[in-house]
């Protein structure tokens, strides 16, 4: 069995960012939240780039000097980076947290939504290095209806009518400011406080006109009407009809999941299909999500992060409407029960042909430790697919990497040397972002698939593909940037496959209806498609 | 009211002249059987006072450990009777205050335990049966700092009170220490091996350590152990069903919940979990009758109404009912989520 392994190579990469915080004695609220991360090409030059998302000083929510700045680094193709932040102008405003990448536009250069506490911006690539700031004009400035500036988390770039221009969905987290907010813990030994002392906010969805703007249609497609307090996002066509459905993962209340009708709205069905609470009946601080098919039954399922005495709930979506928690069936139940988890991805890191599961570890108090059953810093976690519905915690062997404890928050999956190995770029609080090289053994095959749509959204986002090789292991994965917590990974979809060195058929099912067949296809390749 | 009971405001400070003859030669023997009445080693204390008995007829000692021994054994009656005979006899005495006041705490008779207790300790403030029984008092008056601190103290002075040991165990399991709760529930079958519930509380908190065949282990001997009488633990079948459910053993969980659910049938929380492995093993009409059942008890708390309501709309969800599926899922919707502590 190929041994699943990460090398963190930040050192030696010129990446030397830092998540900040800005954290103040009484730990407020914001200061425990950010931390997203974002894979993308924006120079289309075939590599990676890596944005980061960081936080502002506090209380004045200003990205002083260099150390609050969002972060743009280009992939040199060598395992170097280069900081191009101020060429690219994405230094941004107020205190960001989360970041969606995506071409919304369909100009073929992918474009950046940077989510935040008190500024959310869209910034549109103008195809030469640079962005530039578009958010008041495309009208996604994450002010709700009445007015209020919503605490921006997670974003997710999907196209819900299948027009062929993607949306945008914007989980929103707490009704909080400073004037309102609560101090917990004694003074010096501050924590973080519960989320239920707010009250929660509505999400967004803002629905893209072709035209450089949005319409914000939140409330007519019923999305707002359903209060969270909503962390991660993830898309999938859970029930295979050809349209993509939005997971929530809300904080301590039940999490949503918005099920697409025909693209003419959305009913929230969290309760009805069991993904709402664990099979406790109760929440859970749901933080990041992933929603992909982990057991290769042609059904996208759920992983949530969540915190220390919890365990991370693993919903199997059981192709009849219904999720069944799986979490201890599964066996992660007993070792997640310890963890506190942000970033999570639903991934094949040793190219079996089976997705693991990856999650970015920390509590979300920095005094956490005083209660001993709580750690701050925590080292990440990897859970090997055995194959059979469970998975086996094989971080020990991970690699050194794989040891480090640190405040990790979000995290972003793509394969950044282009290897065919899935790649991680994990956010810490206080500590430099490490890059997790896949360096797991076995010389497995696979492919890397970069759609194009034409009829579809140009990104081919919502495209479900099911893969075939020769000795007939059937996969299915589609296509998405949104997932794991406040964070953006790699649109391109990936397949590992084992030793067969050719994939009998690839079918690719379009969100404009289009299902396109492609025969033999060589392993070990990265393998444009364009829509038909 | 007895006279020991009636004289404690102005406890006596005279002993009875002659005891210490009356013991002479059997000090040894008495230590002995005192320690394995400590220990439920309710035998052997048995046959050692039987000859101490016909030895030393005179001692009282011997009557505070038949008084104990008869608690032991479930003779309340009897236990009363000598425990009174005792603390008139000798009412200065911590230790026959001690485990009088332990014998009301087990009748539930928890005032006149608080009172024993304080005058025991009163009495004689290094006395770790008095100080044990104190420090327990305290804690269930939730003055869980001052109970702490007099148990531990307790312990420093005699580290093989098995029940001092437990009552720690408790105070870290509330406090969800498990490693600090898993050393005292260690100590505590160590020196009490027929303590159920010690058993059980150490199961349940090498639960959360990871240590699951520790946990297993536990609960089997714990399950072993389970008898009527002092040490029975009426909820060893519940947890080890849910614990054998989380390592998917359904089959064996099932056999533990059913005895859950005949032990304790008022018990919301049993018939909720039984009716959470039901939906899992996919006895969809089980689970609904059990449902039911958890929803008809009186919530007390452990398990909410939100719970049962999100357990029932699956299980009606599951067996096609769509007006009582619809009806759960309202009053899920409805329902908000429990208040948790203001902090993470």
Redesign the interface.
Known sequence: MPRIQFENRQQESGITFVLDNGTLPDKPMLDGIPGGVAVLDYDNDGYLDIFFANGASLPGLIKAGNKFANRLYHNNHDGTFTDVTDRAGLRGEGYSIGAAAADYDNDGFVDLYVSGFDRNILYHNNGNGTFTDVTTKAGVTGISSAGKKLWGISAAWLDYDNDGKLDLFVTNYLDWSFATSRVCGPPGQRVSCSPTLYKGQPNLLYHNNGDGTFTDVSETMGISGHIGKGMGVAIADYNDDGWMDIFVANDNERNFLFKNHGGRGFDEIGIESFVAYTDNGVPVSSMGVDFRDWNNDGRPSLVVTALGGETYPLFRNEGNGFFSYESYRAGIGFRSFKMSGWGAGIQDFDNDGYKDLFTANSHVSENANLDKQQHYRQANAVFRNMHDGTFQDVSGNAGDAMQLLAAHRGCAFGDLNNDGKVDIVVSAIGSPAELLYNTSSGGSRWILIKTVGVKSNRDGIGTRIKLTTASGLVQYNHVTAAGSYASSNDPRVHFGFGTDTVIKEIELKWPSGTVQVLHNVKADQILTVTEE | MRIALLLLPIAMCTTLPGFAQTCVGAEGQLAKASTALTRNAVDNAETILRTLSASHRECPEIILDQARLAQAKGRVEEAAELFYRYTDSDPNDSRGLAYFGRFFLEQHDYMRADALSAAAVDKNPSDPAALALRGQVLVMKEQSPEGQALLEKAVELDPDDPEAQFQLGVIYDKA?????AVQYFQKATALNPSDARAWDYLALNL??L?D?EGADGAYRKGLQVNQPGRYHDAFLDYNYGRFL????DLTASKRHLDRAVELTPQVRAVWYERA?LDL?MQNYQQASLDGEKAAACVQQGGI?D??????L??VY??LGNADL?KKY?EL??KTP????????
């Open positions: 969800k220490a498990a490693p600090q639960e959360p990871g699951l459910a989380k390592r998917n959470k899992r909410i939100l719970q049962i309501y999100t357990l709309t699956q969800e599951r599926a899922a899920t919707r989520p429990p208040v948790r502590g203001e902090q993470r």
